[in-house]
């Protein structure tokens, strides 16, 4: 595998492939890699002939509060993982190429709907940094392909509204959860857990599945449920951030129809902030 951190080599090696006849994956990743982003790497590698990941911890979708400086940067490692899962080529540039002039004076692309609501109502201008970023970066390698994790259900929500908004001629890939032993949703945030709090963590995955449950049973006290819910999750030692239901296609509020929707829930446990959903099929 190649890791090289200049556009031009990037559209280079691209060209270079697309001449050879291959289909051109791509994987955006922030770094710090687990099993999860790997499954999108091996992904990669079944659908296509050339695969491409990206490491780039992105100012622009971390607010003024959070762990932009103390996010965990392990390229190393990082490097031996793509190596080992087939990717063919990574991509690391440095935050003065992708905003040269700033990012107070980049442009911002923002997508409305979607990115309303859920983690984007919680953290003001995350989705506008998400969708700027990966907006730029698939533009620079111009894949066929480029998937994406589903445990970030609202994020790929977003990148799809865009994607065929913006007439991009990309697929758009949602490959599964990725989970623990335990049922905890693999993230790089889950090493900043101690060891009690990576003990408590499944309660999260737990909670959600209770929920699940009374609705297939038929319970549509949507209100009590969450209630409910807020409780066991603070018994576990979380702090809720939200826990909603939605439409699975186009993330609208569930209503007392709908059949096909997403339990999403965004909790602290102290510092860390953890997300999960479930798919409710009725």
Known sequence: MNTINCVAQLRTAVAQARAAGQRIAFVPTMGNLHAGHIALITQAVARADFVVASIFVNPLQ????????????????????????????LFTPVVEDI????????????????????????????????????????????PDLALFGEKDYQ???????MVSDLSMPIEICGVPIVRDTDGLALSS???????????????????????????????????????QFDTDLQDAGFRLDYVELRDALNLEVAHADSRHMVLLAAA???????????IIDL
């Open 62 to 89: 971390f607010g003024p509060n959070e762990d932009l400086d103390s996010y965990p940067r392990t390229l190393a490692a990082d490097q031996n993982k793509l190596t080992d899962a087939g990717c063919n080529l």
């Open 99 to 142: 905003y040269p002039d700033g990012m107070a004076e980049h442009t911002i692309v923002s997508v409305p709907g979607v990115s309303s609501g859920l983690c984007g109502g919680s953290r003001p201008g995350h989705f506008d940094g998400v969708s700027t970023i990966v907006c730029k970066l698939l533009n620079m390698v111009q």
């Open 155 to 161: 994020q790929l929500a977003v990148i799809r509204k």
């Open 189 to 227: 945030r889950n090493g900043y857990l101690s060891a009690q709090q990576r003990a408590n963590a499944p309660a999260l995955q737990q909670c959600m599945h209770s929920v699940k449950a009374h609705i297939i049973k038929g319970n549509r006290d949507y209100a009590a449920l969450f209630a």
């Open 268 to 278: 602290y446990l102290g510092t860390t902030r953890l997300i999960d959903n479930l």
